[in-house]
């Protein structure tokens, strides 16, 4: 999934993007922003209301699941998008259960798609999914919380057993 979202990313004009990072601070020095700035779920609650602030880029990896009600979430993610700006929301699909406070929701690529379309009205054209995993990491997973070991998991990706599902929307 990071290759890919990467990929995404580095297609952009990133040394002019304002960036949010929601939950998280994997982005901070992946590349040369023109500035970045993290907020941790839940103690910013995007469910509750958009920041002032205007952003090129928000960022949401593997926080949506936990949402109560990711559809005022996606709402107030797109007002506080600058125009022509981009989400990028990274979710489990084919993962443990993991209530961190709740663990409430999965998407497949075309569920996600639709979500964003209704839940925010991003347009779907505009909107890039993919999704990540095989057989050997879903029973990985399942068993035990793993990262990754080259001479024990593949990465090779098996669209049918998606551990990671993602989407890019632009504005």
């Given at each position: 999934?990071?290759?890919?979202?990467?990929?995404?990313?580095?297609?952009?004009?990133?040394?002019?993007?304002?960036?949010?990072?929601?939950?998280?601070?994997?982005?901070?020095?992946?590349?040369?922003?023109?500035?970045?700035?993290?907020?941790?779920?839940?103690?910013?609650?995007?469910?509750?209301?958009?920041?002032?602030?205007?952003?090129?880029?928000?960022?949401?990896?593997?926080?949506?699941?936990?949402?109560?009600w990711?559809?005022?979430?996606?709402?107030?993610?797109?007002?506080?998008l600058?125009?022509?700006?981009?989400?990028?929301?990274?979710?489990?699909?084919?993962?443990?259960?993991?209530p961190?406070?709740?663990?409430?929701?999965?998407?497949?690529?075309?569920?996600?798609?639709?979500?964003?379309?209704?839940?925010?009205?991003f347009?779907?054209?505009?909107?890039?999914?993919?999704?990540?995993?095989?057989?050997?990491?879903?029973?990985?997973?399942?068993?035990?919380?793993?990262?990754?070991?080259?001479?024990?998991?593949?990465?090779?990706?098996?669209?049918?057993?998606?551990?990671?599902?993602?989407?890019?929307?632009?504005?």
């Open positions: 999934m990071n290759c890919e979202t990467e990929r995404l990313i580095a297609r952009l004009d990133v040394s002019s993007l304002s960036v949010l990072e929601i939950s998280g601070s994997f982005w901070r020095n992946r590349f040369p922003f023109r500035s970045y700035k993290s907020v941790d779920y839940p103690a910013y609650d995007v469910i509750d209301k958009p920041l002032s602030e205007k952003f090129d880029l928000i960022i949401a990896e593997q926080v949506w699941e936990h949402l109560l990711p559809a005022r979430a996606a709402r107030n993610v797109k007002e506080m600058a125009p022509g700006g981009s989400f990028l929301l990274t979710t489990p699909f084919l993962v443990r259960y993991h961190q406070p709740e663990d409430c929701t999965r998407w497949t690529e075309t569920g996600l798609k639709h979500f964003l379309i209704e839940s925010s009205g347009e779907a054209q505009k909107i890039q999914t993919g999704s990540w995993g095989n057989r050997a990491c879903v029973i990985a997973n399942f068993r035990l919380w793993r990262r990754y070991i080259p001479l024990l998991h593949s990465l090779k990706n098996d669209k049918f057993l998606p551990i990671a599902v993602w989407a890019l929307a632009g504005t």
